[in-house]
């Protein structure tokens, strides 16, 4: 990959800490839902109830489509991502354990933290695999995006 375009994903992935995803309900209709994540580098999770309609829907089928951006005053600074990926449970211990140790850190500003954090066992934690990636940044064009097979 691109070095230029690694440091824009990066800069996107680091910037913001809310994704929409889609799932497949079975009636085959995507269900988009908002969802914070936490990332290390390109690598990035997010977590939902082990019983919510997201947890069922991929438990069926692992395919989902996403999307990360802010919300600029200056519609000509508007930058994002949109994925085609895969979720992947987390099953390792350590991996899930990583993931909730990193979940604070994307919210600096906030003083005290909710006073049960959820473990492993309380939530279902996903780690995301891109087949392929779409680039948005405005900054250099209305509309503007590139089209990056991963990885």
């Not at 988009?32 to 580098?41: H, P, R, S």
């Not at 948005?136 to 990056?148: E, N, R, S």
């Amino acid at each position: 990959m691109d070095e230029a375009i690694r440091k824009r994903i990066l800069d996107v992935l680091d910037a913001n800490r809310i994704m929409t995803i889609a799932t497949l309900r079975p009636d085959g209709w995507p269900q988009a839902t908002t969802v914070g994540y936490v990332n290390d580098g390109l690598t990035f999770w997010f977590l939902c109830g082990r019983d919510s309609q997201k947890a069922t829907n991929l438990a069926r089928d692992n395919r989902v489509s996403l999307t990360i951006s802010g919300d600029p005053a200056d519609i000509m600074a508007i930058t994002g991502l949109s994925m085609a990926a895969r979720a992947i449970p987390v099953s390792a211990r350590a991996e899930a354990e990583k993931v909730l140790r990193l979940m604070p850190s994307k919210y600096p500003d906030q003083k005290t933290l909710p006073v049960a954090m959820p473990t492993p066992d309380d939530v279902s934690l996903f780690r995301i695999e891109p087949n392929v990636v779409s680039v948005l940044d405005y900054t250099q064009g209305f509309g503007h995006a590139d089209l990056v097979p991963w990885p």
